[in-house]
């Protein structure tokens, strides 16, 4: 926490400064008094493990219209919860194999949620985990195998 000595910003407000784990270099700035950027904490190794338990059991969702299913998309990512990026992983990956089967590709938004998802879920569970986010698609793979055995 500090403050910011920058010209057109008040020198008495204090700021976190923010290094996302992910982006070399990167840096984000937030104003402490901010209520609405949502801060919270890191989950736990625990807590990682336990969701992992919980991905065979979370609903995909399933809304036909185009549109709505979007803006559904984009309300599950804002709230930044891991099970409902879970969510979203699975609905695709199902979408992306019914596709397959009528010999179509994944629709470019479908694609990008797809990717936006796993890299916010991905990137939130190797931290406690420790493991490489690159590592994360392969390793939850493995751990639901095992339970399903």
């Known amino acids: 926490i500090t403050s910011m000595d920058m010209d057109g910003m008040p020198r008495d407000t204090m700021y976190y400064i923010l290094h996302p784990m992910h982006q070399n270099g990167g840096r984000i700035f937030v104003s402490v008094e901010n209520r609405k950027t949502v801060m919270r904490k890191v989950l736990t190794g625990e807590e990682a493990k336990a969701l992992i338990r919980e991905i065979p059991d979370i609903e995909e969702l399933w809304i036909a219209n185009d549109k709505v299913r979007e803006e559904k998309y984009k309300e599950c990512i804002r709230t930044c ?18 596709r397959i089967m009528q010999g179509k590709k994944i629709t ?24 490489p986010k690159e590592d994360m698609e392969k390793y939850l793979t493995n751990e639901i195998e095992k339970m399903k055995a």
């Open 108 to 131: 470019a938004t479908d694609e990008r949620y797809l990717k936006l998802a796993e890299d916010n879920l991905y990137s939130e569970l190797s931290i406690p985990l420790e493991i």
């Open 81 to 98: 919860d891991c099970r409902e990026l879970v969510r979203i992983i699975k609905t695709l990956y199902m979408r992306r194999q019914m």
